[in-house]
């Protein structure tokens, strides 16, 4: 495994002679996780993903991008929250956030429903033009209300554009392998399908087809990205913490917390990297955030959010622990030019690479807020490649389920997601919801 751990600027906010501990809790959780004996062990199916034993459905996902690819200008992706993160996290991370505006090879892809705005999906349906598309919707059940509203909308577009029959050779659907409104729907029109597990859960979803069609029809190696996948399990099943930089996250990060360290920044200097943060917040939102208990976690993208945000991290209350990512090397060779007026003083940084001077930031800062008050740990990636992505997912997927477990809460379910969607489903005057409505409407 190429990713590692650092956690040198922890040692003034947590004891060494606590590690040991921490570290042998860290272990028995794992073996909790790896043996299913533990909560929500009926969703634990990711933790095989990446073994190589789906070559089938792995080929029908290569066809299905690939045909996709030949007769689209546009792949419209439908979904919410592990329905879209780990794909839209991944692409930029792979490619790059500015996917649509660079010269490419295949088709633009847009992400949607994943809100309710009129705005935005006006703009896609804007942006798509006259050009031939293809939808992928992803849904276990097809009633999520975002997602379900987005497929109504974009569903006619498509039919209207190409006829139903046509149109049903466009539509792709991940969903449940038997149950729910969106697989009756894809058997009765004839849309293809793929599956996802029922012992994956969304946030988890990365390496199914969830988000292996969309990143094939990228042209991502999906089988590099799944190599390193299982490069990451394989190495962070280890119990030993200098083998696992998973159990060394999972200890150090639960032991601060008990420190009373209550949030987690994530920190990248990289903007492809904004959509892991956003990944990953979901991740341990919602895997640890239950019975009162959790870190808290954010993100922020530095260097930008140290003009705004670096002063509470500087100086603010001391309850933030902080994890960089660290991205080793870069494919460009961008260096900065000499100016013979030095107006602004810089003639020292001449002939300096850009990622060597954006690599002495992350280190000013580590150093700078540990400091201050924030512990902080550094995982630092070769590159930004499939395989480095595949790496650092299964990285943290793996000390998610570790350190949920060191928390004793289910990192599998999400029990607390349904409080909004029950209110919204009132509000908005869905049948069988009236009482709840009438008490609803007497509080705004």
Known sequence: ??????????????????????????????????????????????????????????AAIKAAAAKIRSDSEALVIIGIGGSYLGAKAALDFIKTPNYNALPKDGPDIYFIGNGLSADSTNEVIQMLGDRDFSINVISKSGTTTEPAVAFRIFRDLIEKKYGKEEAAKRIYATTDKARGVLKALADAEGYQTFVIPDNVGGRFSVFTPVGLLPLAVAGVDIDEMLAGAKDGFDTCKNADPEVSPAIKYAAVRNGLYRGGKLIEVLAAFEPALRFTGEWWKQLYGESEGKESKGLFPASVDFTPDLHSMGQYMQEGLRIILETFIKVENSDTVLLIPNDEANGD????????????????????????????????????????????????????????????????????????????????????????????????????
């Open 1 to 58: 495994m190429r990713l590692a751990l650092n956690i040198q600027n922890t040692a003034k906010d947590l004891d060494v002679n606590a590690l040991p501990g921490l570290y042998e809790e860290a272990g028995k959780a794992l073996d909790v996780l790896l043996s299913g004996t533990g909560k929500g062990n009926d969703f634990i199916g990711w933790l095989t993903l990446a073994d190589g034993n789906n070559q089938e459905e792995i």
């Open 345 to 444: 003083g810089l003639n020292f940084l001449t002939d300096k690479p850009m990622t060597w001077t954006n690599h002495q930031a992350l280190a000013a800062t580590a150093i700078a807020h540990m400091d201050g008050g924030v512990p902080n740990m550094t995982i630092t990636i070769p590159d930004k490649s499939a395989r480095s992505f595949g790496e650092l997912v299964a990285f943290f997927e793996l000390a998610c389920g570790i350190s949920g477990y060191m928390l004793d809460v289910n990192p599998f379910n999400q029990p607390g997601v349904e409080a909004y969607k029950i209110n919204m489903f009132a509000l908005l005057g869905k049948p069988g919801y009236e009482a709840q409505k009438a008490e609803l409407d007497a509080r705004l």
